[in-house]
C-alpha cells in the first residue's frame, strides 16, 4: 500500500506501487478534476502539485508519491477563491475549461515561488498545452493573480461557488422535485 496526504487528507492506494498517480486520483480518490491528456507528460491537464512542485501525474507513480502532500484541483480552494482561479475567469482565460486544472495548479506553484513573474517566466514556466490559445490571457491573468495574492490588487467578480440543488430548482422549474409538486398534503 502506498501512503500519501492528499488535499490534506491521508489516504493510501492498495493499488500497484507502478501505478501513474494520476490513475490514483482519478480511479481511486474520485478526484476527476485532474484530468487525462496524453499519457506522456507533454501536455501537463494532469498536473498537481506534490510537496508544492507542479508535477504531471501521469509520470510520477504512486510509490514515488508515497510519504508526499499532494494537492490536486479539488484541494486547492473549495470555493474557487484562489488568485490563479478568480484570475483565469476575470482575464476570460478559460475557454473549453479541459485543460484549466493542470494549467491553474501550475501557475499556482509558479506564484508560490515567484509571486512577480514577468511574461517570459510565465511562457517558459507554464508549458501546458491548451487547444484553444488562450495563451495571451493566460499571461495577464497568472500576473493579475499574483497582484490579487499580494494584496496589491482584488478581483470583485469572483467565479460564484457551487449552485445547491435546492437554488437550481427554483431557478429552473424543470428541475424541481416532482414528489413536492404532486401536492401531497
Known amino acids: 500500500m502506498s501512503k500519501m496526504t492528499v488535499n490534506e487528507r491521508p489516504v493510501q492506494f492498495d493499488m500497484d506501487r507502478d501505478t501513474p498517480l494520476l490513475w490514483a486520483l482519478r480511479d481511486a480518490a474520485n478526484l476527476t478534476g485532474t484530468k487525462y491528456g496524453c499519457g506522456v507528460g507533454d501536455c501537463g491537464a494532469c498536473m498537481v502539485l506534490v510537496d508544492g512542485e507542479a508535477l504531471r501525474s501521469c509520470l510520477v507513480t504512486i510509490g514515488e508519491a508515497e ?94 461557488p457551487g449552485i445547491s440543488a435546492e437554488d437550481a430548482a427554483r431557478a429552473v422549474p424543470a428541475l424541481a422535485n416532482p414528489v413536492e409538486d404532486e401536492g401531497l398534503d
Not at 506564484?111 to 511562457?123: A, F
Request: proline share 6%; hydrophobic share 40%; glycine share 8%.
Open 67 to 160: 510519504g508526499r502532500y499532494i494537492t490536486t484541483i479539488e484541494g486547492l480552494s473549495r470555493d474557487r477563491s484562489h488568485p490563479v482561479q478568480q484570475a483565469l475567469v476575470a482575464e476570460q482565460a478559460i475557454q473549453c475549461g479541459f485543460c484549466t486544472p493542470g494549467i491553474t495548479m501550475a501557475a499556482a506553484a509558479l506564484l508560490d515561488r515567484s509571486p512577480v513573474p514577468g511574461e517570459t517566466e510565465i511562457r517558459e514556466t507554464i508549458n501546458n498545452l491548451c487547444r484553444c490559445g488562450v495563451y495571451p490571457r493566460l499571461v495577464r491573468a497568472i500576473q493579475r493573480a499574483g497582484r490579487v495574492a499580494l494584496r496589491r490588487e482584488t478581483i470583485s467578480a469572483a467565479p460564484a
